[in-house]
């Protein structure tokens, strides 16, 4: 692992206390402890049933089924917290439950695909404020720094692709590439280094920049050069004897 840390994966609960229980390899001594995410599913329960119920009753309640954690999610709207239909429930396992089951209803679990951290000083996906290591603090509207953001008026300008909308913004195409990181991570347990390999892998990729596409909107007539063709496959030079 980055940290210097080694991840290792156990076949079963056996191996994990096993594992658990050494102190020393060879004549090292060293530190084995459960991996901090790993470990923990956390997935999206649903129901109309369940809107006045505590995210500590949520705990008690399903502890048998190894919820260790709830949060309700909420809207904030005119200054009003507004809870919803849906919680999120932390389980302590490493592959989340399909259903969870409350008295006589049965709730579906969905996995709980949280959003990119964003980081309100520098505003780059991936950590938080107060991990930062960016010397000025940048605005999210205009990604420049020296004004408050509250008396902001310049353009829209996202850090993260320089696109006219705010660091901010949903529909920035960054912002959605690690969403999707995210959700790779979740739907398939692994680690986030995994899921960033995969979804760039997923993106599909074009040599065509922005810059030439602008000068194309601006100028239509600009000629966009020649279109590569695929060549045709060398023929074979070997010879079969006869």
């Known amino acids: 692992m980055?940290?210097?840390?080694?991840l290792v994966e156990s076949s079963s609960l056996k191996q994990s206390e096993q594992l658990l229980s050494i102190t020393k390899f060879g004549d090292i001594p060293v530190t084995v402890s459960a991996h901090a995410s790993l470990n923990y599913t956390r997935g999206v329960m649903s129901s109309?049933?369940?809107?006045?119920?505590?995210?500590?009753?949520?705990?008690s309640e399903l502890e048998a089924q190894k919820v260790i954690a709830a949060r309700r999610i909420t809207l904030k709207?005119?200054?009003?917290?507004?809870?919803?239909?849906?919680?999120?429930?932390?389980?302590d396992t490493p592959v989340?439950?399909?259903?969870?089951?409350?008295?006589?209803?049965?709730?579906?679990?969905?996995?709980?695909?949280?959003?990119?951290?964003?980081?309100f000083k520098c505003q780059r996906f991936g950590h938080t404020k107060t991990a930062c290591r960016g010397s000025s603090a940048l605005r999210p509207r205009c990604s420049e720094p020296g004004h408050e953001e509250t008396i902001c008026r310049k353009p829209e300008k996202c850090f993260n692709c320089k696109g006219n909308h705010t660091s901010y913004s949903k529909?920035?195409?960054?912002?959605?590439?690690?969403?999707?990181?995210?959700?790779?991570?979740?739907?398939?347990?692994?680690?986030?280094?995994e899921a960033r390999?995969?979804?760039?892998?997923?993106?599909?990729?074009?040599?065509?920049?922005?810059?030439?596409?602008?000068?194309?909107?601006?100028?239509?007539?600009?000629?966009?050069?020649?279109?590569?063709t695929p060549t045709d496959p060398k023929p074979s030079t070997s010879a079969t004897k006869k």
């Open 48 to 59: 109309d049933e369940f809107l006045m119920v505590s995210d500590a009753e949520f705990v």
């Open 96 to 119: 989340l439950p399909t259903k969870i089951t409350a008295g006589y209803i049965c709730c579906d679990i969905r996995p709980y695909i949280p959003n990119p951290v964003r980081c």
């Open 197 to 228: 390999k995969i979804a760039h892998d997923r993106t599909p990729k074009t040599n065509y920049s922005y810059t030439a596409a602008l000068t194309t909107i601006k100028n239509p007539d600009t000629p966009l050069g020649p279109i590569p």
């Open 77 to 91: 709207r005119d200054g009003q917290i507004i809870p919803t239909r849906h919680a999120i429930l932390t389980f």
């Open 2 to 6: 980055k940290s210097g840390d080694l």
């Open 171 to 193: 529909t920035c195409p960054k912002w959605k590439l690690e969403k999707e990181i995210l959700s790779v991570k979740v739907t398939k347990n692994i680690s986030i280094q």
